[in-house]
T-cell receptor, first 109, second 114 residues
Framework: GQQVQQSPASLVLQEGENAELQCNFS?????MQWFYQRPGGSLVSLFY???GTKHSGRLTSTTVIKERRSSLHISSSQTTDSGTYLC???????????FGTGTRLQVLP | EAAVTQSPRSKVAVTGGKVTLSCHQT?????MYWYRQDTGHGLRLIHY???????EKGDIPDGYKASRPSQENFSLILELASLSQTAVYFC?????????????FGPGTRLLVL
């Protein structure tokens, strides 16, 4: 079955609203990463967050390994935040990363 | 900033033909990866490498070969391209901690097999 589940699958916001994206996983892991995929397809690393909370501008990532979840919070969303957000985990004792299917975010002006 | 480039950026291939996708990184990273992305499947790992002249199978290696002739270059080879291999292919690199380190992605190659 799917080892990494992301929710919601898609989300539409009005500019200025906040968003909470979730990533739940069913396998033990060494680390968690969040990526942003632009509408054109290129991928950008947002956070490498094996545990705890990290901040970057309007973005906050929180990973709680014991609860097998990670979240990405976007505050005061902007139209330029539109795209797909992917979480990925490194499975324990492997060199392999497993990706979720992503949350497609659309921020309307 | 880390730099990963891919060539070609897009390609149309015929069924049964040979396709080679190339990846070059200037990050001095040990690890390199090939992923494919299909709608509804996210990214899936095909092959990876942690040292030149050595490659490892990922989660979906069937139908693909990989080659790492140098630290900077990593190729993905489809010996007999099939319709099911139509996808977007991404190359990535990461430092010595491998998958536990931040991955830097190339821009992707759109492959259409007819």
């Amino acid at each position: 079955g799917q080892q990494v589940q992301q929710s919601p699958a898609s989300l539409v916001l009005q500019e200025g609203e906040n968003a909470e994206l979730q990533c739940n996983f069913s396998t033990s892991l060494n680390s968690m990463q969040w990526f942003y995929q632009r509408p054109g397809g290129s991928l950008v690393s947002l956070f490498y967050n094996p545990s705890g909370t990290k901040h970057s501008g309007r973005l906050t990532s929180t990973t709680v390994i014991k609860e097998r979840r990670s979240s990405l919070h976007i505050s005061s969303s902007q139209t330029t935040d539109s795209g797909t957000y992917l979480c990925a985990l490194e499975r324990s004792n492997t060199n392999k990363v497993v990706f979720g299917t992503g949350t497609r975010l659309q921020v309307l002006p | 900033e880390a730099a990963v480039t891919q060539s070609p950026r897009s390609k149309v291939a015929v069924t049964g033909g040979k396709v080679t996708l190339s990846c070059h990184q200037t990050n001095n990273h040990d690890y390199m990866y090939w992923y494919r992305q299909d709608t509804g499947h996210g990214l899936r790992l095909i092959h990876y490498s942690y040292v030149a002249d050595s490659t490892e199978k990922g989660d979906i290696p069937d139908g693909y070969k990989a080659s790492r002739p140098s630290q900077e270059n990593f190729s993905l080879i489809l010996e007999l391209a099939s319709l099911s291999q139509t996808a977007v292919y991404f190359c990535a690199s990461s430092d010595f901690r491998g998958a536990g380190d931040t991955q830097y992605f190339g821009p992707g190659t759109r492959l259409l097999v007819l």
